[in-house]
């Protein structure tokens, strides 16, 4: 079976400060990571995917294979960077449904 | 950020009673999902429905049913027998396949069981 860990629930760090948010996957095959972001009052929302291998906002993440990790990422924390970070995995083998972790609340203070 | 619609915003109800929470999506998406949200432990799975007229359990199924009679249109229904119903309900919906088939999610239910 499929499984996300993101073993931090609160990461507190002051503005300019770097963050990293942990994500960990066990799934047999090969696996396709994502990290979904939901700011106060806003809906969940895709912040980037590990096939793209993209920048958004700052944030990098990269799949780890041997560690089956896939850390999220920025040098350079902001306060519009506060909100609550998911980790998921997608199988294509059930209907490409997501399986999350259980999020990590990042709160960067001024 | 907008094409899916959830309704209501917020529910409450009495226990024994069911309730259906309404799910809308105007993209044209063939794939639709409901997620149930919990303080720590995320995001969780109920039913997803790959096209219509055929929906699959997820990981929680037990004491929700949905039904996909329309494209746009994929309804939860909480029913008594769920014992901890009292939760935030997240809809969603993707294309069926494809590289980038992103999950876009609705603003959300909040079911409060009295």
């Known amino acids: 079976a499929q499984r996300v860990t993101q073993p931090e629930k609160l990461l507190s760090v002051f503005k300019g400060a770097p963050v990293e948010l942990k994500c960990n996957y066990s799934?047999?095959?090969?696996?396709?990571l994502f990290w979904y972001v939901q700011y106060s009052r806003q809906r969940l929302q895709l912040l980037l995917r590990?096939?793209s291998r993209e920048s958004i906002k700052g944030f990098t993440a990269d799949l780890n294979k041997g560690e089956t990790s896939f850390h999220l990422k920025k040098p350079f924390a902001q306060e519009e960077d506060s909100a609550m970070y998911y980790c998921?995995?997608?199988?294509?083998?059930?209907?490409?449904?997501?399986?999350f972790g259980g999020g990590t609340r990042v709160l960067v203070k001024p | 950020d907008g094409g899916i619609t959830q309704s209501p915003k917020y529910l409450f109800r009495k226990e024994g009673q069911n309730v259906t929470l309404s799910c809308e999506q105007n993209?044209?998406?063939?794939?639709m999902y409901w997620y149930r949200q919990d303080p720590g432990q995320g995001l969780r799975l109920i039913y997803y429905?790959?096209?219509?007229?055929?929906?699959q359990k997820g990981d929680i199924a037990e004491g929700y049913s949905v039904s996909r009679e329309k494209k746009e249109s994929f309804p939860l229904t909480v029913t008594s027998a769920q014992k901890n119903p009292t939760a935030f309900y997240l809809c969603?919906?993707?294309?069926?396949?494809?590289?980038?088939?992103?999950?876009?999610f609705g603003p959300g239910t909040r079911l409060t069981v009295l």
């Open positions: 969603a919906s993707s294309p069926a396949s494809g590289a980038y088939n992103e999950q876009f």
């Open positions: 799934y047999s095959g090969s696996p396709e």
């Open positions: 590990h096939i």
């Open positions: 998921a995995l997608r199988s294509k083998a059930a209907g490409n449904k997501l399986t």
């Open positions: 993209l044209n998406h063939d794939a």
């Open positions: 429905s790959q096209i219509v007229n055929d929906f």
